[in-house]
């Protein structure tokens, strides 16, 4: 008898976890996706494939093409990064980049794809796609909508009081100033960004998974990257506005940018995108933003983001935002409104993703560069990482300048 109760008690178990594995298996199918989204025998097909990893919405494209014209030139053979030579294909090589497109005025100059990938791939952004939020978040700030970046972000999204983020102001959001205690490592399974990973493969919540954060320092006073700053920015947003995210971007700039393709935002279990990193675009049209920016916001003639935003965006203006060796003697970017700038600019910033994902835009150049990847030794020294395909974008753009004086100011 005591054998045939254990035989229940066994078939009943397995019976509710089959039953309790139908019901989430959609969810269990995407956490076993995410957690090993960066594996290296499926990093390069993930990250042209997001929409296999997790659900997304789709943004359509609208309006004419912005067409690039061609103007073929060679890469340079080599650059220098700490005072020693690289040759530039094995630089790309090494960093497992997917594609690298070149835009000087309004050509391409150079446009490759790697690894299997091609032209019409739809790549990940990862945190490019906060500069995209950043874009649009200023459009609304000169549309009146949020009037004053001084003021509160839980004025705008209540839901909030009680978080890490009760009382932070929206302009310390938007330089990753916040003070919220958040844990960036990749490498490292337990901290907080795999934990946001794991939650949105189980169908969970942006907003709830935000108002669970406690803060950690006095905002306003040490720049800390919070991938979830930027997810705030996308509530006040929503806030402000009185619509989704997904419908103003397509409105506000995705329609203006003359993109060729369709983007993709992944979702969280109730449709809410991911602002903080989860856009996907081709090479070309991530391309487009760039030139946008580097262009102050104009497009044949028309003033799509203004461009005092673009100039606060990409200008630190504390301390603790500067570019360099800060208080604790690390080096360090400098940093703006969800934009990225590096020691000694001139006219130079960019947008930057994990794994080796950019937009580096140079204005006195006249040049953009992008730059998809799927490095998967990026994260063991990010900053140097960067530092290093910084050189090597230096050393395009400098070999693509045509005026004499910038050439002469250059060396």
Do not use: C
Not at 18 to 35: F, P, S
């Amino acid at each position: 008898m005591q054998l045939i109760r254990i035989g229940q008690i066994l078939t009943l178990g397995i019976v509710a976890i089959a039953i309790i594995a139908g019901a989430y298996a959609t969810e269990l199918k995407q956490l076993y996706r995410v957690v090993n989204l960066f594996n290296e025998d499926v990093i390069v097909h993930n990250f042209s494939n997001m929409h296999e990893v997790m659900p997304t919405k789709i943004i359509r494209r609208s309006g004419d093409v912005r067409s690039f014209k061609r103007s073929p030139q060679d890469l340079p053979k080599t650059f220098t990064f700490r005072g020693q030579d690289f040759n530039v294909e094995n630089f790309l090589q090494e960093s497992n980049s997917t594609a690298l497109l070149v835009v000087k005025g309004e050509s391409i100059t150079f446009e490759e794809y790697y690894l299997g990938t091609t032209e019409n791939d739809l790549r990940t952004s990862w945190s490019m796609a906060k500069s995209y939020l950043s874009a649009i978040f200023g459009i609304a700030v000169y549309e009146g909508h949020i009037p004053d970046l001084n003021v509160a972000v839980t004025n705008y999204v209540p839901e909030l009081k009680g978080s890490g983020y009760e009382g932070v102001t929206i302009k310390n959001v938007l330089q990753m100033s916040s003070g919220v205690a958040f844990n960036e490592d990749y490498n490292n399974f337990y901290s907080d960004i795999n934990r946001f990973g794991r939650m949105m493969a189980l169908g969970g919540s942006f907003d709830e998974f935000t108002a669970s954060l406690s803060s950690e320092r006095q905002q306003g006073t040490y720049m800390q990257y919070v991938s979830i700053d930027t997810h705030v920015l996308g509530m006040v947003l929503r806030s402000a506005t009185g619509t989704t995210i997904e419908d103003y971007l397509t409105q506000k700039l995705w329609s203006k940018l003359g993109n060729e393709q369709d983007g993709s935002y992944l979702v969280d279990g109730l449709g809410e995108p991911m602002v903080l990193g989860g856009l996907n675009a081709t090479t070309r049209d991530y391309a487009r933003l760039g030139v946008l920016f580097r262009d102050n916001g104009q497009i044949n003639g028309e003033q799509v983001v203004p461009a005092q935003w673009i100039k606060d965006s990409i200008t630190p203006d504390a301390p603790h935002l500067m570019p360099g060796k800060r208080d604790n003697a690390k080096p360090v970017f400098g940093y703006g409104y969800q934009w990225w700038v590096p020691e000694h600019s001139d006219q130079e910033f960019f947008a930057l993703g994990i794994y080796g994902q950019y937009i580096y835009i140079n204005q006195k150049a006249n040049v953009v560069i992008v730059k998809n990847s799927a490095d998967t030794h990026f994260s063991e020294n990010e900053y140097e990482s960067t530092h290093k395909s910084l050189a090597a974008f230096r050393t395009i753009a400098l070999s693509l300048l045509d005026a004499p004086q910038l050439i002469s100011a250059a060396k």
